[in-house]
Nanobody, 115 residues
Framework: QVQLVESGGGLVQPGGSLRLSCAASVSIFSFNFMGWYRQAPGKERELVAGIIPGGSTTYPDSMKGRFTISRDNAKNTVFLQMNSLKPEDTGVYLC?????????WGKGTLVTVSS
């Protein structure tokens, strides 16, 4: 059974940074795609950043320049570096992974951006 465990969330002031981690229970090379999504209060879940085994990354235009997704293959972990955080970045950040037609989600980690 594939498990994804997120960590690294917390309370941060506007303009601050956080680094989130998503640890997988299997080799991340198994996945066709891994991504970070954000679930903000009252809003639909949205893609924040994605990465594929070849290393290509994707970001929505609103996230480009502030968020960076990366991975450590040896640790089966994907990271999300978030800089210049804004109050509107507040939400639960969830890790998603797909293997062919199967999709797996972590339980998420809460990020609160507030002064």
């Amino acid at each position: 059974q594939v498990q994804l465990v997120e960590s690294g969330g917390g309370l941060v002031q506007p303009g601050g940074s956080l680094r989130l981690s998503c640890a997988a229970s299997v080799s991340i090379f198994s996945f066709n795609f891994m991504g970070w999504y954000r679930q903000a209060p009252g809003k639909e879940r949205e893609l924040v950043a994605g990465i594929i085994p070849g290393g290509s990354t994707t970001y929505p235009d609103s996230m480009k320049g502030r968020f960076t997704i990366s991975r450590d293959n040896a640790k089966n972990t994907v990271f999300l570096q978030m800089n210049s955080l804004k109050p509107e970045d507040t939400g639960v950040y969830l890790c998603k992974a797909t293997i062919r037609t199967m999709t797996y989600w972590g339980k998420g980690t809460l990020v609160t951006v507030s002064s």
